[in-house]
């Protein structure tokens, strides 16, 4: 039997592919909100420092963190982080390029049972300058670290990865002559993307730039601020 045309409708259903993972970093962000913990969610390409700030940060006792680290296979980095005191909790992906929501929540309720929570909570994602832009964690802070070997010119290169970030920290920043690093320039990409964000260049031998770099996270913490970016 033919149908007419005129018959026949269409219902249009629309859903985030990552709304799972959106519920479950909402749940994630009553559980910050309830333990009065605040989460700095980082990001970068491998090898751009992360592991050797929170490193330097915790060597100088600059603050009470615990960590949830993210990486393909080992658990190398979690152990650099205990030789300081620092319980952090390892997730291996795999052959997974991000951390999700779920990780996280795992990851925390294992912190807790372990040593209870601490007041910061620093979450070292997966190295990659895409797949993590798309993956809310329910971070109050989302920052991007950008090295000074890898260029300058990363911002409009990777700029979902940039628009995320409440924050972009420049790393290794005692070596921008040798690599020729314009800080201009990354300033100047970012207002290409509408960000008008802080920007910190960081030297892990230098620690007043990592006490700068603390002073603004506890800063934040201070005003229970909250990332209003939409992953």
Known sequence: MEVEKSAIKSVEVQQRILSKNDKIAEQLREIY??????????MSSPGSGKTTLLEKIAAHCLLDFSVVEGDLQTNRDAERLEKFG???????TGDACHLEASMVMDAVESLREIQGLKEYLF??????????ASYDLGANLNIVLLSTPE?????????T???????VVISKFDLAEIFDFKIKRVQEDLAKLKKDIPLFALS???????????EFVKEKKEQKYVSSHTF
């Open 151 to 159: 260029g300058d010119d990363k911002v409009l290169k990777y700029p």
């Open 204 to 214: 892990c031998s230098n620690v007043e730039s990592l006490g700068v770099f603390c």
């Open 123 to 132: 979450i070292e994602n997966v190295g990659n300058l895409v797949c993590p």
């Open 86 to 92: 620092i319980k952090a909790h390892q997730i291996t």
């Open 33 to 42: 909100r309830q333990e009065d913990m605040f989460v700095i969610n980082l």
């Open 161 to 167: 990865m940039f628009l995320c970030a409440d924050a």
